[in-house]
């Protein structure tokens, strides 16, 4: 599958997420009132360090083990320290843990991870980088997905959406049922002290609850004040992330298995997990928000903006897309900030009114009205080019 033709299948997937939330935008009546909330929020707890330090407390007096990683190599050496000899851990899906390069880092220490979503676990086999937060297979065709896993396994999957869940589940399954260690991200630390993680497979559970441990990783920009803060969040996530206005599960888990059943006296580790630890990881977010990226950090990671995105829609990998764009830039990543449009969609179409546009300018080298200039022109001759594939596309499928 070409580059081209994944761009092509990216954005059909995306006009179905646009359709979806047109469909149900008027099944949440207070949408307006949430979105203000939920900035109010964001403003006040990034980079609070009292907020932090409050739920760095709550967390332990409920049980769990809090490290700090001040980078990613810290943060990977926190990980293997915890999985002590494990050689098969499963995990779910995470942004945080992309950023530190978690799965290849631990590979290099001869430890199979295995992706437990269906997206992550398909692109996991197939070689692929994502192509949104949390549609990491977006780009990728249903003929592309049955040969290439055909090809691969040596099997003959029919082109039924169905059988590949049913394969990619089995595999899955098989290994969720020898590891002793679970890896997820969280989408948000509460002052009270729980870890809130949203889903729709039903695969968190499963990873969360592994005989030996649970290992969190969360950026330090995920804090909120209470569970009702997180959760307005965690409603606009799934709304503009998938345009559903709630996601199918949303684990609450404010400390490790307990009981008082006998003569009240507490009791920790009764069914899984027995342990839990949180690691919170900075990775430059301190410095960053310190020299004028603090708002990038008030994401709440939808993926919106990579949606809306005309320049990500016409180059792919090349420029990831609004927020996401910026993001890997600033760590180094391979995005080509130049090649923004400053057209202002990222911001438009974001939840949280997120001034992309202002933030890619101070990051990105080069006079700004020739970045202008040269980016249309780029994008103008880009999309001439894979709207004639398109085209061309659906002839061919007219005559086959």
């Known amino acids: 599958m070409t580059d081209i ?55 332990e007096n409920n049980g769990f083990k809090v490290k700090f990683a001040e980078d990613s190599r810290k943060a990977i050496d926190i990980v293997l320290k915890e999985i002590g000899s494990t050689k098969i851990v499963v995990k779910s899906k995470s942004n945080i843990t992309r950023e530190v390069n978690l799965t290849k880092e631990l590979e290099k220490r001869e430890i199979n991870v295995v992706e437990t979503d269906i997206g992550d676990r398909l692109i ?90 649970w290992i969190v990783l969360v950026g330090i920009d995920k804090f909120y004040p209470s569970v009702e803060d997180a959760l307005n969040a965690a409603k606009i996530q799934t709304f503009y992330a998938t345009g559903a206005i709630i996601p199918s599960f949303i684990e609450v888990v404010s400390g490790v298995s ?32 310190k020299n004028g990226f603090k708002e990038l950090f008030y994401c709440i990671g939808c993926g919106n903006c990579v949606i809306n995105c005309p320049s990500y829609k016409a180059f792919g990998s090349k420029f990831k897309g609004g927020r996401f764009a910026l993001f890997s ?7 080509d900030l130049r090649l923004c449009l400053s057209c202002g969609r990222c911001k438009k179409n974001c939840p949280l009114g997120l001034d992309i546009p202002k933030m ?24 001439a080019y894979l709207e004639t594939i398109a085209f061309y596309e659906m002839l061919k499928s007219w005559y086959v």
């Open 329 to 335: 830039a600033l760590y180094g990543g391979e995005s």
């Open 5 to 59: 033709q994944k761009i092509l299948a990216m954005r059909k997937s995306f006009e179905t997420v646009k359709k979806r939330q047109k469909e149900n935008i008027t099944k949440i009546p207070d949408l307006q009132e949430r979105l203000k909330r939920l900035r109010a929020v964001r403003e006040e707890c990034v980079g609070n360090s009292d907020i932090i330090k409050k739920s760095i407390e709550s967390l």
């Open 258 to 289: 307990k009981t008082a059943d006998i003569e009240k006296k507490l009791y920790e580790g009764i069914h899984n997990p027995k342990e839990v630890t949180v690691i919170l990881v900075d990775n430059k977010r301190s410095y960053l928000m």
């Open 124 to 213: 996991q086999l197939l070689g692929e980088e994502p192509s949104h937060p949390t549609g990491p297979a977006s780009h990728l065709s249903l003929d592309y997905i049955v040969s290439s896993l055909n090809e691969k396994f040596e099997i003959e999957l029919e082109r039924d959406p169905l059988a590949i869940i049913e394969f990619l589940l089995k595999d899955i399954k098989r290994y969720i049922g020898i590891a002793e260690v679970g890896i997820t991200g969280a989408n948000a630390i509460t002052a009270e002290g729980s870890v809130i993680l949203l889903h729709n497979e039903g695969n968190v559970f499963e990873t969360i609850l592994r005989p030996k441990k």
């Open 360 to 383: 890619i300018r101070k990051a990105r080298e080069g006079n700004e009205l020739y970045n202008f200039v040269m980016s249309h022109v780029k994008w103008l001759v880009r999309s």
